[in-house]
């Protein structure tokens, strides 16, 4: 729910109110999963992209999506309408308001057709990547006992000696290595988005990894198998040791970053990637402060609820937390944790 409003009021200048209320009223939540899976449908074969613009013209859009829409499009309408009256932020630079002010390579404006694009697929990209690494980074961290009591110890450190103030700034959140270290494992074991936009093989074709591809074939990376070559991250590199990124030598430390691929690389590189970072630095060291987390079985109500957890690697397990379901996108669903609030944020809050 964070993430949907904190893109809301990115993109549109305003949340979709889902944390004020304390409820997906609207359906987001599904509905972002539902549009991820037809993004990677279209994505992957864009032969369907005509066929499903038919049939969305012929039936009428289910009630949730529409709801959705209505939304979404209802508040660009009044932005548009603002911008002509040239009441042109809502107190603050917004993305929309960076893509109305933005040109095109020949010098003319954006359309607004291009800016509704742009819109939503900043909605669409920027919500659920960022909470499947923060789902993935409760997971990871609560469990395993050792790794959780470093993270709790380095935050509750830097609160006490008064070097980190919540809200955390991106600088404060910098001073804490040993979460960022986890920060950087989860994007390397989890990374939301299981392969990178495809790139279109040039003139002339090329070779790559020892095979020829011929001009105009669409290739693509996985990130979730880069990230776990032995020869880029050690023969541990399937196991979740932030350490690894603590202790490496200046020479290793290059080459794992140069191989993690979890925002893309190159010119189409995840243009929202600092947001990204940023989002999760400044919201997981507050909920590891505030609350003590541990993991419950699954909900009685849930579609899997006669099934074992699924890792984002597909080992399915009892003592997985939640179901992982991989296309375009590893979303995880089904993740029931406890929170308790801690003696030390109670004691912060009432001093
Ligand atoms: C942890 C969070 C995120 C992850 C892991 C992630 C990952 C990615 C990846 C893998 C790509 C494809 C890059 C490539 O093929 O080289 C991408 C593209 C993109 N992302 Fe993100 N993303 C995240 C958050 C965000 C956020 C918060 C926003 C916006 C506020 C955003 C906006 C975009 C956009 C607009 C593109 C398309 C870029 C293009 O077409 O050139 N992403 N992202």
């Known amino acids: 729910m964070f993430a949907i409003d904190a893109v809301g009021e990115m993109a549109l200048g305003q949340s979709f109110g889902l944390c004020a209320t304390d409820k997906d009223k609207d359906n987001w939540l599904p509905m972002l999963v539902k549009f ?8 992957t074969q864009p032969i369907i992209a005509p066929i499903l613009r038919w049939i969305s013209q012929i039936f009428p859009e289910p009630p949730n999506i529409k709801i959705l829409t209505g939304i979404v499009t209802g508040r660009m309408d009044s932005r548009f309408k603002g911008y002509a009256q040239q009441d042109i932020s809502p107190g603050h630079e917004d993305m929309f308001w960076m893509l109305m002010a933005a040109e095109n390579p020949d010098g003319s404006k954006y359309s607004l057709e291009q800016v509704r694009a742009a819109v939503g697929l900043i909605l669409g990209a920027g919500s659920d990547t960022t909470a499947i690494i923060m789902r993935a980074m409760v997971r990871f961290i609560v469990g395993d006992a050792e790794i ?17 103030q919540f809200p955390l700034s991106n600088r404060d959140a910098e001073k804490l290595p040993y979460f960022q270290a986890c920060l950087k494992e989860t994007l390397r074991l989890h990374p939301p988005i299981s392969w990178t936009l495809s790139r279109r093989v040039g003139a002339g074709g090329m070779h790559i990894a020892g ?18 070559q032995p020869e880029a991250y050690g023969y541990d590199a399937a196991m979740f040791r932030p350490e690894r990124w603590l202790k490496a030598d200046s020479e290793q430390r290059k080459t794992m970053e140069h ?22 630095s400044k919201v997981m060291p507050l909920l590891f402060w505030k609350y003590k987390i541990g993991f419950t079985a699954r909900s009685t109500t849930s579609p899997h609820r006669h099934k074992v957890g699924r890792a984002v690697d597909g080992r399915v397990s009892t003592e997985e937390p939640y179901f992982v379901t991989s296309q375009w996108v590893a979303v995880q669903s089904d993740f029931w944790c406890d929170l308790t609030l801690k003696r030390d944020s109670l004691l912060a809050a009432a001093a």
């Open 36 to 43: 991820l899976e037809i993004a990677c449908l279209v994505g």
């Open 148 to 164: 959780y009591r470093k993270v709790e110890k380095e935050i509750n450190d830097a609160v006490n000696l008064g070097e980190i």
């Open 211 to 228: 095979r020829f591809f011929a001009e105009g074939t669409e290739v693509s990376m996985s990130p979730f198998v880069v990230h776990r």
């Open 259 to 280: 191989n993690n691929i979890a925002f893309g690389s190159g010119p189409r590189v995840c243009l929202g990637k600092m947001i990204g970072i940023l989002e999760v």
